[in-house]
């Protein structure tokens, strides 16, 4: 029997939403401070001949969308998902399996507490793990994105949960040497090989959750305009009642306060990004110049910060990046 291959797992604190970014390293994912709770918690990175894992342990409520790797393919479990959780907008529960492709978004809900390791690999690294247990890579491991339709069995979830939960307790964790992402991949694969067969998985909504699914886009696509409830209920070819049920149900908001939860995320987006982009420019970019007394007010419940607040961490950190 071969030794078990160790990575040496880093741990970072979450301070604020935007540091869901990289909920997958190196991601650049769109994160979303949703209703309830603010996030908080910590992500874990290792590497190992050539393999990224990313683990997190949050806690709040947040939406996560994006492509998790441009050239990788990423696998993941769910170890635990708090109520209300979704992943591509269906009910997410503990022990999700899921292959994310190169380029294709993942959309995920997270409410309560949740925790996920995932790996981020190339198909011929994975095709490697496969032959080390002795299986043949089948087709659909790696020809879509999908969410595997049954979740992994119950031994196998506790133990790499506890694994899991020891990445994230709190202390000096830069020596944790752990075989995490090994147990982790061989999990996965023996899954995969129980089912071959994985239909669509889920990615592809039903029923309201396609009617947020459509929504969302069409809010994205014009967030810049105003947008009104009619729009967006014309757009997705429903009523405005039946479109705020679907908000309601699926992601515990209304259209109006996700329009302007998305325009706030991007007008700190813009402040973040440049140390002279003033308060009035950004919120004229994204249609919120017309009272920024009530947009400081929004901004400051949503981000537990002001937006000059904001300007001034971007200033300082600009300042203690510039050489003498």
Not at 58 to 79: F, Y
Not at 88 to 114: F, H, I, K, Q, Y
Request: charged share 25%; proline share 4%.
């Amino acid at each position: 029997m071969s030794a078990v291959v160790l990575e040496t797992w880093h741990r970072f604190d979450i301070g604020r939403v935007d540091d869901l970014r990289n909920a997958v390293f190196d991601a650049g994912l769109d994160a979303i401070q949703m209703p309830g709770s603010h996030v908080r918690g910590s992500l874990a990175f290792a590497a190992r001949d050539g393999i990224m894992f990313s683990s997190g342990l949050i806690h709040g409520n947040a939406a996560i969308t994006g492509p998790l790797s441009k050239d990788g393919i990423t696998v993941g479990l769910g170890l635990k998902a708090g109520a209300g959780s979704l992943l591509w907008l269906n009910r997410a529960t503990a022990g999700d399996a899921m292959v994310v492709l190169p380029g294709d978004e993942c959309d995920a809900l997270l409410c309560g507490s949740s925790l996920y390791v995932t790996a981020t690999l190339t198909a011929k690294q994975l095709e490697r793990e496969v032959e080390r247990e002795g299986l043949v890579l089948h087709r659909s491991l790696t020809n879509r994105t999908a969410l595997h339709p049954e979740p992994i069995q119950h031994d196998a979830l506790i133990a790499l949960r506890e694994q899991v939960e020891s990445i994230h307790a709190p202390g000096d964790s830069r020596n944790r040497r752990l075989g995490i992402g090994r147990r982790m991949l061989r999990a996965l694969v023996l899954h995969y090989a129980r089912r071959p067969d994985i239909g669509e998985g889920g990615v592809r909504p039903v029923g309201q959750a396609k009617i947020v699914h459509d929504a969302r886009a069409y809010i994205r696509r014009h967030l810049t305009a105003a947008i009104s409830v009619d729009d967006i209920a014309n757009a997705t070819d429903t009523s405005p009642r039946t479109l705020f049920r679907a908000f309601s149900d699926i992601l515990g908001d209304t259209p109006r306060d996700y329009v302007r939860r998305l325009r706030l995320h991007r007008i700190r987006r813009d402040l973040l990004s440049s140390d002279t982009m003033t308060v009035s420019l950004a919120a004229q970019n994204w249609g919120m110049a017309g009272d920024l007394g009530r947009l400081s007010k929004n901004y400051r419940e949503l981000f537990g910060e002001s937006p000059s607040s904001t300007r001034a961490l971007v200033r300082m950190l600009q300042r203690d990046n510039t050489p003498a």
